[in-house]
């Protein structure tokens, strides 16, 4: 099976620093990555798109410039929490999608998450 | 109308019972389903694609009725270690293809 990382697993930080997570498909290539948020008991609320070598798309409501999203190569995006703040606490979880064969079409393989503490 | 919704939780049942999920979606031009596993504090792992015929997998049933819109789960036979969160998720239709769209989940509790 397809596997993505995901880093760090977990990190805490001071309000008004900024954070990057790493996602990496290990073992295909990725030419769509998703980027996801989740807060306790809630379902995942899809954030962004990213294709590799272009600009993502980010859904209603979220803040393009809070939340930058870099994909430049197909096994690496980035997703940089700028100026972070308590309500940006959170579980981020990165999923990608490639052309791994048919019967993986559309199918996403998610990265183990990065829980995010902004103290 | 949420685009995908689902049973809402908690269910607790006690091993060995038979529990079903049903979740819907709004966008008949939905193309692709699946339904995941998410334990606490994880990552969602797929449990299985739902194809238009229906499939199996041991003790798992998923199956697709398109002229309703809704997808279901059946678990037989439930073990302690099923207790989880189940998430349907259905793509996004023609240029949102790719988008997976997830219903907020249904927790399922299997009890000694």
């Known amino acids: 099976g397809a596997v993505v990382s995901q880093h760090p697993s977990r990190v805490i930080c001071k309000s008004g620093t900024s954070v990057k997570i790493e996602c990496r498909s290990l073992?295909?290539?990725?030419?769509?990555m998703f980027w996801y948020r989740q807060f306790p008991k809630k379902s995942l609320m899809l954030m962004a798109t990213s294709n590799e070598g272009s600009k993502a798309t980010y859904e209603q409501g979220v803040e393009k410039d809070k939340f930058l999203i870099n994909h430049a190569s197909l096994t690496l995006s980035t997703l940089t929490v700028t100026s972070a703040h308590p309500e940006d606490s959170s579980f981020y979880i990165c999923?990608?999608?490639?052309?791994?064969?048919?019967?993986?079409?559309?199918?996403?393989?998610f990265g183990p998450g990065t829980r995010l503490t902004v103290l | 109308r949420k685009e995908v919704e689902q049973d809402p939780g908690p269910f607790n049942v006690p091993e060995g019972a038979t529990v079903a999920f049903n979740c819907t979606y709004s966008n008949s031009a939905s193309q692709s389903f699946f339904w995941y596993r998410q334990d606490c504090r994880k990552e969602p792992k797929l449990l299985m694609s739902v194809y238009s015929s229906g499939n199996e997998d041991g003790r798992f049933t998923a199956q697709l009725n398109r002229a309703s819109q809704y997808i279901s789960l059946l678990i037989r036979d439930s073990k302690l270690s099923d207790s989880a969160t189940y998430l349907c998720?259905?793509?996004?239709?023609?240029?949102?293809?790719?988008?997976?769209?997830f219903g907020q989940g249904t927790e399922l509790s299997v009890k000694p």
């Open positions: 998720a259905v793509n996004g239709a023609g240029n949102q293809g790719g988008k997976l769209i």
């Open positions: 073992d295909f290539q990725a030419t769509t």
């Open positions: 999923s990608a999608s490639g052309a791994l064969g048919a019967e993986t079409y559309n199918e996403q393989f």
